[in-house]
């Protein structure tokens, strides 16, 4: 596509209830981020998927939180057992992957509301 | 691990004013810098970056920033505010050996007509 997708754009879910979090990253693109943005926080880093390479996953802040990325394109971040404070805006990010002075390209987020 | 500061969380300015968001980072090399630009329901946007060379960079929309290693200061600036500016701005800085991209907390900045 002409740009990075993500889905769905909103979710409400229960808390205790896992949710999955979708990222179409641009075409080609072999570098995807994910980010998570809570109101009044700058953008915190989540995961990195580079390639064929192990993700860097050192940003994920516990173990109710993984992602995957299926052949080296689509991601999907799960969430599971939600809790309110995981309530925020989720944001997917790819580059080329070849320098790492290059621009991300963000998608719009999903905004993920857990009551 | 690097970090940044964006010491204002909210800005206004009068539509013609000059704007100067500032941005401090910590990492101990040269950084790779960035400055994002969140508008309401939009994506991120790169507005311009920094990582060698020229320490004077010009980006779109007529903003333009300056390194300064003495200050470990990357603001960023535009001599006259357009009312489309109003936006949530966001520094970044980048090591060179690690795939961390750290933000700021970011400066929402309102223009006033």
């Known amino acids: 596509g002409a740009g990075v997708s993500q889905s769905p754009s909103n979710k409400v879910t229960e808390k205790g209830k896992d949710v999955e979090l979708r990222c179409d990253p641009i075409s080609g693109h072999t570098a995807l981020y994910w980010y998570r943005q809570s109101l009044g926080q700058g953008l915190e880093f989540l995961i990195y998927?580079?390639?064929?390479?192990?993700?860097?996953k050192s940003g994920l802040p516990s173990d109710r939180f993984s992602a995957e990325r299926t052949g080296g394109s689509v991601s999907t971040l799960t969430i599971q057992r939600t809790q309110q404070e995981d309530s925020a805006v989720y944001l997917c990010?790819?580059?080329?992957?070849?320098?790492?002075?290059?621009?991300?390209?963000f998608g719009s987020g999903t905004q993920l509301s857990v009551l | 691990a690097q970090s940044v500061t964006q010491p204002d969380i909210h800005i206004t300015v009068s539509e013609g004013a000059s704007l100067e968001l500032r941005c401090n980072y910590s990492y101990g090399a040269t950084p790779y810098l960035f400055w994002y630009v969140q508008s309401p329901g939009q994506g991120l946007q790169l507005l311009l970056k920094?990582?060698?060379?020229?320490?004077l960079v010009q980006g779109i929309k007529g903003f333009e920033a300056e390194f300064k290693r003495s200050q470990s200061s990357f603001n960023l600036r535009k001599p006259s505010v357009h009312w489309s500016d109003a936006a949530e701005y966001f520094c970044a800085v980048r090591a060179d050996n690690n795939n961390d991209m750290r933000f700021g907390a970011g400066t929402r900045l309102t223009v006033k007509p």
């Open positions: 990010a790819s580059s080329l992957g070849r320098a790492t002075n290059e621009k991300l390209f």
């Open positions: 998927f580079q390639g064929n390479s192990a993700p860097d």
């Open positions: 920094y990582f060698s060379g020229d320490t």
